[in-house]
């Protein structure tokens, strides 16, 4: 602990340190959030991060969830942004039993900003060195009436190259498409563009099977990475 101060007045302190009001009204008015900025933009947060990495060394999974809440509750966007960074710097807490954390934080958060990195870089992992254990709970993801948790559902494969569950992605993909919500098909076809990184001819043959279920934007989407390969053509 820095000076006896809590994680969250000290990250408070350093980013009021470093506040900006014309590039906090810039920010918000960006991510269309009446939620204030400092104005601090990523690359000043980046030493904050690695601060509190060192300082508030969480010993417990309790502590964890304590210490990214703590960051989480406070007003200010950047704090929930360093919130989720905290949460990933410790990979020893990124599991299955933090998950319902994660899941929180998107529900709460309910903005692409948020959810796009507790996705990819929290259920994701916790996805991929658990997906026996996870695999059921992402099930239910895909059906969940908030659009944020079925999108999370989605982007939780971003990263798994190789080793992504191509059957499960796909059957989501599918399942999703007549969706009309743009976060929901632009996730589809973000994952799908990712993964054809790794495997590009399974991805090629998906995209071309499925072509008239796919929306326009999914299919765009997803094909870009072949369409640079020569392995597809786009209009």
């Known amino acids: 602990m820095a000076k ?10 350093r980013l009021e340190a470093l506040a900006d009001p014309v590039k906090a009204e810039e920010m918000a008015a960006y991510m269309r959030t009446e939620m204030p900025f400092y104005g601090v933009q990523k690359p000043d947060r980046v030493p904050i991060i690695r601060e509190i990495k060192k300082l508030y060394v969480p010993g417990s999974l309790k502590e964890y969830s304590d210490n990214v809440l703590a960051l989480w509750s406070q007003k200010h966007r ?27 934080l998107v529900r709460e958060g309910a903005w692409w900003d948020f959810t796009d990195p507790i996705a990819s870089w929290l259920v994701g992992r916790a996805l991929l060195e658990n997906e026996e254990q996870m695999r059921p709970l992402i099930e239910t993801y895909v059906d969940d009436e908030d659009f944020w948790i079925r999108r999370t559902a989605l982007l939780a494969h971003l990263g798994h190259k190789e080793k992504t569950n191509h059957k499960a992605l796909f059957r989501y993909c599918l399942e999703l498409a007549p969706e009309k919500e743009f976060f929901i098909r632009k996730a589809i076809g973000w994952a799908l563009r990712e993964y054809s990184k790794a495997e590009p001819e399974r991805v090629r043959d998906f995209l071309k099977k499925n072509s008239k279920t796919l929306s326009p934007l999914s299919y765009k989407e997803g094909a870009k990475h072949l369409a640079k390969l020569g392995l597809i053509e786009l209009d």
């Open 4 to 13: 006896g101060k809590s994680l969250a007045q000290y990250v408070n302190d």
């Open 78 to 104: 950047e704090v929930k942004y360093i919130a989720i960074n905290y949460a990933d710097s410790f990979k020893e807490f990124v599991i299955p039993q933090a998950v319902p954390l994660y899941e929180r």
